[in-house]
């Protein structure tokens, strides 16, 4: 089939939704009868629904998440503490909104990153912007950043956005400057954006791994009140996992 006057003039106008539903119209026998109202709806439908898959997909290129997670498989059946009804509130997104933050916590494999990347994704689909780090590695790129002038640069990007993961949070004592680092980037996001923390140390031993008692105080004081916690508790679904995956093979043999 030849390419339509109608349809190239589509795709020059940069409306590749409505070009695609175009063609699907031409070829479609039974589209005669739908009126030129709803045949132009429904290219204006599907328009629209390009846009937000684009942007949807800008989105979540930027935020980086590190798992591929979604909140629809996200497993509250496995017993690891998750309190049901402050979940269901975290997933309705309106906490972010509000500039609160989520502090999750607790040991290896039990899914932190994993609820923290879904409510991450859950966010972009909402139209939030997203930006997903791990601290250690967050560190790192602040030195090499205040090294070749692009450290303001950089803090201006995470206070920007709407949602900030911050994953594998302080994991052992802290240097001066990354003592500062972190009191940077909360101070810039109080009360102006929300800031998810997953770590395995509990909150109240936090202060005492930050180091400095002032800076502690300081950075403690932006994230901690205002945030949500969710605590998890119970074994590694890493483990659980390989088990299961023995136990079938075993059962298998």
């Given at each position: 089939?030849?390419?339509?006057?109608?349809?190239?003039?589509?795709?020059?106008?940069?409306?590749?939704?409505?070009?695609?539903?175009?063609?699907?119209?031409?070829?479609?026998?039974?589209?005669?009868?739908?009126?030129?109202?709803?045949?132009?709806?429904?290219?204006?439908?599907?328009?629209?629904?390009?846009?937000?898959?684009?942007?949807?997909?800008?989105?979540?290129?930027f935020a980086a998440l590190r798992q591929n997670a979604v909140i629809e498989d996200v497993d509250l059946r496995t017993p690891r503490g998750?309190?049901?009804?402050?979940?269901q509130k975290l997933v309705a997104g309106d906490w972010i909104d509000r500039a609160e933050g989520l502090l999750i916590t607790g040991p290896t494999g039990v899914g932190k990153s994993w609820i923290a990347c879904a409510l991450?994704?859950?966010?972009?689909?909402?139209?939030?912007?997203?930006?997903?780090?791990?601290?250690?590695?967050?560190?790192?790129?602040?030195?090499?950043?205040?090294?070749?002038?692009?450290?303001?640069?950089?803090?201006?990007?995470?206070?920007?956005?709407?949602?900030?993961?911050?994953?594998?949070?302080?994991?052992?004592?802290?240097?001066?400057?990354?003592?500062?680092?972190?009191?940077?980037?909360?101070?810039?996001?109080?009360?102006?954006?929300?800031?998810?923390?997953?770590?395995?140390?509990?909150?109240?031993?936090?202060?005492?791994?930050?180091?400095?008692?002032?800076?502690?105080?300081?950075?403690?004081?932006?994230?901690?009140?205002?945030?949500?916690?969710?605590?998890?508790?119970?074994?590694?679904?890493?483990?659980?996992?390989?088990?299961?995956?023995?136990?079938?093979?075993?059962?298998?043999?």
């Amino acid at each position: 089939m030849l390419a339509h006057p109608t349809h190239e003039r589509l795709i020059a106008l940069g409306l590749a939704g409505m070009a695609k539903a175009f063609e699907e119209q031409r070829r479609s026998p039974d589209i005669a009868a739908l009126s030129f109202e709803e045949r132009l709806g429904l290219m204006v439908d599907r328009e629209a629904a390009e846009r937000d898959t684009k942007r949807l997909a800008t989105r979540l290129k930027f935020a980086a998440l590190r798992q591929n997670a979604v909140i629809e498989d996200v497993d509250l059946r496995t017993p690891r503490g998750v309190d049901r009804a402050l979940f269901q509130k975290l997933v309705a997104g309106d906490w972010i909104d509000r500039a609160e933050g989520l502090l999750i916590t607790g040991p290896t494999g039990v899914g932190k990153s994993w609820i923290a990347c879904a409510l991450g994704h859950k966010a972009c689909r909402d139209g939030k912007s997203v930006l997903y780090h791990r601290v250690p590695r967050l560190f790192d790129a602040l030195a090499l950043a205040r090294g070749d002038g692009r450290y303001l640069r950089l803090l201006k990007t995470l206070a920007r956005v709407q949602l900030l993961i911050s994953d594998d949070w302080v994991p052992s004592a802290l240097t001066e400057t990354q003592q500062r680092d972190l009191l940077e980037i909360l101070e810039d996001r109080h009360q102006r954006a929300s800031t998810v923390v997953t770590g395995q140390v509990p909150v109240e031993q936090w202060h005492e791994i930050i180091g400095n008692p002032t800076l502690a105080d300081a950075i403690l004081d932006r994230l901690v009140h205002n945030a949500h916690r969710l605590p998890l508790t119970g074994e590694s679904i890493r483990k659980l996992s390989a088990k299961k995956r023995l136990l079938d093979a075993d059962a298998k043999a």
